[in-house]
């Protein structure tokens, strides 16, 4: 099962079904964190954090609450607010080891025009 991680450890996301694909989006936010997002359900992800240390960004239309690290800063995922089944969760691929990484496929999503993949 692969396990995602912040870099001083502090938060975990075991996952129990990683997709075959993860998501650069090019919206106003991600492109700043340069996440690749691996988008589950939230039966798929289980985060584990030391007291303290999760800390939550909330903006917009506050549909989705960006994780990270108080501690070392990594940007290690984003929770769905949207009271709906399933919950979506995006884990940030790059907080996963490169091995696992390596064999993902790559897709683009255009977020900041027209909320299309382009690939």
Request: proline residues 4%; aromatic residues 8%; hydrophobic residues 40%.
């Amino acid at each position: 099962m692969p396990e995602a991680s912040c870099h001083c450890g502090a938060i975990t996301i075991a996952i129990t079904d990683l997709p075959d694909t993860v998501t650069a989006c090019t919206c106003s936010i991600c492109r700043r964190y340069g996440a690749l997002w691996a988008y589950l359900d939230d039966q798929s992800a289980s985060v584990t954090a030391t007291p303290g240390k999760l800390v939550s960004y909330v903006w917009g239309d506050k549909g989705i609450a960006f994780q990270h690290c108080a501690h070392c800063g990594c940007m290690t995922h984003y929770e769905s607010l949207i009271d709906e089944a399933p919950r979506r969760v995006a884990v940030n691929a790059r907080m996963l080891s490169p091995d696992v990484t390596a064999q993902l496929t790559l897709r683009t999503f255009d977020g900041a025009e027209t909320w299309q993949y382009i690939d």
